[in-house]
Nanobody, 126 residues
Framework: QVQLVESGGGLVQAGTSLRLSCVAS????????MGWFRQNPGEEREFVAA?????????YYADSVKGRFTLSRDNAKNTVYLQMNSLKPEDTAVYYC??????????????????WGEGTQVTVSS
C-alpha cells in the first residue's frame, strides 16, 4: 500500500504563489508516475501536471497551467512539489496528489492512478 499526504494549500490573492507538497510513503518503489489533479464541487477531476518515471517518461502540464506551474521531485524525501505561480481565481480547487504503478499509462488521465491523497484546498481571491 501507498499513502500520499498533500500540504501547502491555502487562501491567497491572485498573482501570488503557493507550493504544494506531496509526501509518499509505503510501497513507493513500484511507482511509475506521480500526478496532480484538481477538482471543484460538481465538476470532474482535472489533470494539472504529472511526472512519469519509467523509460521515455517526462513531465506534463495542462495547457491552463503551462508556464505558471512547475512540478519537481525530491527522491530522497519521497516528495513531489507543485510550484504554482501567477495564481488566478480559476485555479481555485481541491488539489489531489496521485501515484501510478502502471506501465504504460496515460499520465493525463485520472484512471491511470492507483493511489490518491486526501487533497488540499487552494483558494485564489481576485
Amino acid at each position: 500500500q501507498v499513502q500520499l499526504v498533500e500540504s501547502g494549500g491555502g487562501l491567497v490573492q491572485a498573482g501570488t504563489s503557493l507550493r504544494l507538497s506531496c509526501v509518499a510513503s509505503g510501497r513507493t518503489s513500484s511507482s511509475t508516475a506521480m500526478g496532480w489533479f484538481r477538482q471543484n464541487p460538481g465538476e470532474e477531476r482535472e489533470f494539472v501536471a504529472a511526472i512519469v518515471y519509467w523509460t521515455g517518461g517526462g513531465t506534463y502540464y495542462a495547457d491552463s497551467v503551462k508556464g505558471r506551474f512547475t512540478l519537481s521531485r525530491d527522491n530522497a524525501k519521497n516528495t513531489v512539489y507543485l510550484q504554482m505561480n501567477s495564481l488566478k481565481p480559476e485555479d481555485t480547487a481541491v488539489y489531489y496528489c496521485a501515484l501510478s504503478a502502471r506501465v504504460p499509462l496515460n499520465a493525463r488521465s485520472s484512471n491511470s492512478y492507483d493511489y490518491w491523497g486526501e487533497g488540499t484546498q487552494v483558494t485564489v481571491s481576485s
